[in-house]
């Protein structure tokens, strides 16, 4: 039996319609495919479109943003129409997300407790009282010893780094085959961050779960990913396995990306930059959306904007410097 | 490099000694002081003409305090500051004007400190306004050079923050900074909130302003690639003190506190191979600063405390050239093999 994508994601497209008539193409006509048990990076800068890219599989998108097109396959089965009723079935079912800022993401006025088992028992059958033991237990197995009196705490109570352990441990509370983590990590301290991620490793692991990881960090992307998406101006414009990309890197925005970093284990006088700023959504030039900024912009970059294709198996980029054996 | 090429005069430009910045916690009925937070603890430094300081250190740890009582935006509770020998530790508001010209701070939140009210040139133009006598067409000119020095559009300044990006925004504080020709500047997280591409930018912007106006910075961070990137010593802090500070090279090459060992093995890098052997990882949380362990803060989270670290708090003491470590497991006088060399989960960083 072929294993069936645990998430397939056609040609999506979610617009913001603003005042004045213009129109944020926040996220414009993005495909791709997650595996079970694969973790995907989808990277990019604010305003790139991933985590509009998140919410929109999630189908948490608020006026004046709409899902203007594409398909949302989720194992096999099409959700893209489900009403608000059937996305509540698989929103913390099937697919569970963890948001950047957990004290945001956790209501302040209600116990950690309340907040777990308010979950497992929409989506499992339980008794309160197994709803509170099942809680406890997950609490412990995300490495929160004091489980017990954690659970009649606050969330002003805990640090951030044990907030976002709260939040992993809902987010897995209905074992969920896809985990949406939406910059984990970037409010933590970094010796937090390395605890964190090594959690989510692991329990992507024992749950068998397929990760989505929205980042910005590069280094985050090559110690834990397999795959990567680089995203610019609402598109995929790479995408590669991590090594390839990162030993590689083909589109001149992730060239520039890459050498914009600065490292602890090299050294280098000056970093490279890439010239100018993200266009805003509503602004982007005709062509190419990466050709105000890139090195080797040419003619036809200002009036095509090339797709993605592959250049090698596994290695797609959107960029006329590749040309593709077929021509559109 | 230019690191080498930097002109470092060997006169301190700022020197800090035994600094103490103490909250009063309050409570009770009466709101009584209870207890003090221990926000910097006894901090001596010396930063030298046109050098770049970093402090590195996670949340709670102290360094942006520190940064604010060396710019007397906040009163130290203890110590002294002097700036090229004079004490501005208990200067009165107008005698320090002055010296505030010549002290410029970069926030860390560009939405908090940039008032909403006001246009990018406002901005820009306020700190000549209060600080010189020059005519408006003389400081507009002047902010617009430093507008378009930041990597935003003159036009732009008509505009108001709230049209900008976080980035943008970090940049129209720095021109704010800049704009007095300053000589020393605490920049806290001046690029933590920029996207990679832009942190780039405003770091290789910075480096150039350094050597074309002499600066020197004191730069906060908590990503130690950026501080490694542009600093020439580093010190790292925890809870209120400073327990290592090197030359950047000595203190990334060869780290000598467990606690900087964890930190750098911490930092996720494009090098690291998600196979190699598992790097040491701190266990739990940062202690509470309000009430900090006995001895060694660090002791609850290091992996090789023993009965000293909790009776003895560890002072700085020299380790190299320049480089000074407050750790009992360096002095020779416990019988705990040195660390680099005992945990196997070490030697990677030692060999680093």
Same mark, same amino acid.
């Given at each position: 039996?072929?294993?069936?994508?645990?998430?397939?994601?056609?040609?999506?497209?979610?617009?913001?319609?603003?005042?004045?008539?213009?129109?944020?193409?926040?996220?414009?006509?993005?495909?791709?495919?997650?595996?079970?048990?694969?973790?995907?990076?989808?990277?990019?800068?604010?305003?790139?479109?991933k985590?509009?890219?998140?919410?929109?599989?999630?189908q948490?998108?608020?006026k004046?943003?709409?899902i203007?097109?594409?398909?949302?396959?989720?194992?096999?089965?099409?959700?893209?129409?489900?009403?608000?009723?059937?996305?509540?079935?698989?929103?913390?079912?099937?697919?569970?997300?963890?948001?950047q800022?957990?004290?945001?993401?956790?209501?302040?006025?209600?116990?950690?407790?309340?907040?777990?088992?308010?979950?497992?028992?929409?989506?499992k059958?339980?008794?309160?009282?197994?709803?509170?033991?099942?809680?406890?237990?997950?609490?412990k197995?995300?490495?929160?010893?004091?489980?017990?009196?954690?659970?009649?705490?606050?969330?002003h109570?805990?640090?951030?780094?044990?907030?976002?352990?709260?939040?992993?441990?809902?987010?897995?509370?209905?074992?969920?085959k896809?985990?949406?983590?939406?910059?984990?990590?970037?409010?933590?301290?970094?010796?937090?961050?390395?605890?964190?991620?090594?959690?989510?490793?692991?329990?992507?692991?024992?749950?068998e779960?397929?990760?989505?990881?929205?980042?910005?960090?590069?280094?985050?992307?090559?110690?834990?990913?397999?795959?990567?998406?680089?995203?610019?101006?609402?598109?995929?414009v790479?995408?590669?396995?991590?090594?390839?990309?990162?030993?590689?890197?083909k589109?001149?925005?992730?060239?520039?990306?890459?050498?914009s970093?600065?490292?602890?284990?090299?050294?280098?006088?000056?970093?490279?930059?890439?010239?100018?700023?993200?266009?805003?959504?509503?602004?982007?030039?005709?062509?190419?959306?990466f050709?105000?900024?890139?090195?080797?912009?040419?003619?036809?970059?200002?009036?095509?904007?090339?797709?993605?294709?592959?250049?090698?198996?596994?290695?797609?980029?959107?960029?006329?410097?590749?040309?593709?054996?077929?021509?559109? | 490099?230019?690191?080498?090429?930097?002109?470092?005069?060997?006169?301190? &430009?700022?020197?800090?000694?035994n600094?103490?910045?103490?909250?009063?916690?309050?409570?009770?009925?009466?709101?009584?002081t &209870?207890?003090?937070?221990?926000?910097?603890?006894d901090?001596?430094?010396?930063?030298?003409?046109?050098?770049?300081?970093?402090?590195?250190?996670?949340?709670?740890?102290?360094?942006?305090?520190?940064?604010?009582?060396?710019?007397?935006?906040?009163?130290?509770?203890?110590?002294?500051?002097?700036?090229?020998?004079?004490?501005?530790?208990?200067?009165?508001?107008?005698?320090?004007?002055?010296?505030?010209?010549?002290?410029?701070?970069?926030?860390?939140?560009?939405?908090?400190?940039?008032?909403?009210?006001?246009?990018?040139?406002?901005?820009?133009?306020?700190?000549?306004?209060?600080?010189?006598?020059?005519?408006?067409?003389e400081?507009?000119?002047?902010?617009?050079?430093? &507008?378009?020095k930041?990597?935003?559009?003159?036009?732009?300044?008509?505009?108001?923050?709230?049209? *900008?990006?976080?980035?943008?925004r970090?940049?129209?504080?720095?021109?704010?900074?800049?704009?007095?020709?300053?000589? *020393?500047?605490?920049?806290?997280?001046?690029?933590?909130?920029?996207?990679?591409?832009?942190?780039?930018?405003?770091?290789?912007?910075?480096?150039?302003?350094?050597?074309?106006?002499?600066?020197?910075?004191?730069?906060?961070?908590?990503?130690?690639?950026?501080?490694?990137?542009?600093?020439d010593?580093?010190?790292v802090?925890?809870?209120?003190?400073?327990?290592?500070?090197?030359?950047?090279?000595?203190? *990334?090459k060869?780290?000598?506190?467990?606690?900087?060992?964890?930190?750098?093995?911490?930092?996720?890098?494009?090098?690291?191979?998600?196979?190699?052997?598992?790097t040491?990882?701190?266990?739990?949380?940062?202690?509470?600063?309000?009430?900090?362990?006995?001895?060694?803060?660090?002791?609850?989270?290091?992996?090789?405390?023993?009965?000293?670290?909790?009776?003895?708090?560890?002072?700085?003491?020299?380790?190299?050239?320049?480089?000074?470590?407050?750790?009992h497991?360096? =002095?020779?006088?416990?019988?705990?093999?040195?660390?680099?060399?005992? =945990?196997?989960?070490?030697?990677? &960083?030692s060999?680093?």
């Open positions: 039996m072929i294993q069936q994508d645990v998430l397939q994601v056609d040609n999506l497209k979610t617009y913001f319609h603003l005042e004045e008539g213009r129109t944020a193409k926040a996220v414009d006509d993005i495909s791709f495919k997650i595996s079970p048990g694969e973790t995907v990076a989808l990277v990019g800068e604010s305003g790139s479109g985590s509009i890219s998140a919410l929109s599989i999630m948490l998108i608020n004046p943003g709409r203007e097109g594409g398909k949302i396959t989720l194992n096999g089965e099409e959700i893209t129409n489900y009403n608000a009723k059937q996305m509540t079935k698989i929103r913390g079912n099937d697919i569970a997300m963890i948001f800022e957990p004290m945001t993401a956790l209501n302040p006025v209600f116990t950690i407790g309340n907040q777990i088992t308010e979950i497992i028992r929409k989506h059958k339980m008794n309160k009282q197994e709803a509170h033991q099942h809680a406890v237990d997950l609490l197995l995300v490495g929160l010893s004091r489980a017990e009196e954690m659970m009649k705490e606050y969330p109570q805990l640090s951030g780094g044990m907030r976002q352990r709260v939040m992993i441990a809902m987010a897995i509370s209905c074992d969920p896809l985990l949406i983590a939406d910059e984990p990590t970037t409010a933590l301290d970094v010796t937090i961050q390395a605890q964190i991620l090594d959690l989510m490793k692991e329990m992507k692991e024992r749950f779960m397929a990760l989505l990881l929205i980042t910005h960090d590069v280094g985050v992307v090559s110690q834990y990913a397999d795959r990567v998406m680089v995203m610019y101006g609402g598109q995929i790479e995408e590669s396995t991590v090594d390839v990309l990162l030993e590689s890197p589109h001149p925005y992730t060239q520039g990306l890459l050498a970093l600065p490292m602890v284990d090299k050294d280098v006088a000056r970093l490279g930059t890439i010239k100018g700023t993200v266009p805003p959504a509503y602004d982007f030039p005709a062509g190419c959306r050709s105000t900024r890139c090195p080797h912009v040419m003619e036809q970059c200002l009036s095509h904007n090339p797709s993605l294709s592959d250049i090698e198996s596994e290695h797609k980029v959107r960029c006329h410097l590749y040309p593709s054996e077929v021509e559109e | 490099m230019t690191k080498q090429n930097k002109n470092i005069a060997d006169s301190p &430009i700022l020197n800090v000694r600094i103490k910045k103490y909250f009063p916690i309050k409570g009770g009925v009466f709101k009584r &209870i207890g003090h937070l221990k926000a910097v603890d901090i001596s430094l010396s930063i030298n003409k046109g050098e770049t300081l970093g402090i590195v250190g996670e949340s709670g740890s102290g360094k942006s305090t520190l940064g604010r009582v060396i710019l007397k935006l906040i009163d130290a509770t203890e110590g002294s500051i002097l700036y090229k020998d004079t004490n501005i530790t208990s200067m009165k508001r107008n005698q320090f004007r002055p010296y505030r010209r010549n002290m410029q701070m970069v926030f860390q939140d560009p939405f908090g400190s940039l008032n909403s009210k006001m246009s990018v040139a406002e901005l820009v133009e306020e700190p000549l306004l209060v600080q010189t006598s020059l005519s408006k067409k400081r507009q000119e002047k902010a617009i050079e430093f &507008i378009e930041v990597g935003l559009r003159a036009e732009d300044r008509l505009k108001y923050p709230h049209e *900008f990006s976080g980035g943008q970090q940049r129209i504080s720095i021109a704010r900074a800049l704009i007095t020709n300053p000589e *020393f500047i605490v920049c806290d997280e001046p690029v933590s909130a920029l996207d990679i591409s832009i942190q780039a930018q405003v770091l290789n912007l910075m480096k150039d302003l350094q050597e074309e106006l002499g600066l020197t910075y004191l730069f906060i961070a908590h990503d130690l690639s950026v501080v490694k990137h542009i600093s010593r580093v010190a802090m925890y809870l209120g003190k400073i327990v290592e500070i090197a030359p950047t090279s000595t203190l *990334f060869e780290p000598a506190h467990p606690y900087t060992q964890a930190l750098l093995a911490s930092i996720p890098t494009l090098n690291k191979k998600k196979t190699d052997e598992p040491v990882k701190l266990k739990g949380d940062i202690p509470s600063p309000a009430n900090p362990p006995s001895g060694c803060a660090f002791r609850t989270r290091c992996p090789f405390a023993h009965e000293r670290c909790e009776k003895e708090t560890p002072v700085l003491a020299t380790q190299g050239v320049q480089h000074e470590v407050a750790c497991l360096l =002095d020779g006088q416990d019988d705990v093999p040195i660390a680099t060399k005992s =945990d196997p989960t070490l030697k990677k &960083i060999k680093a």
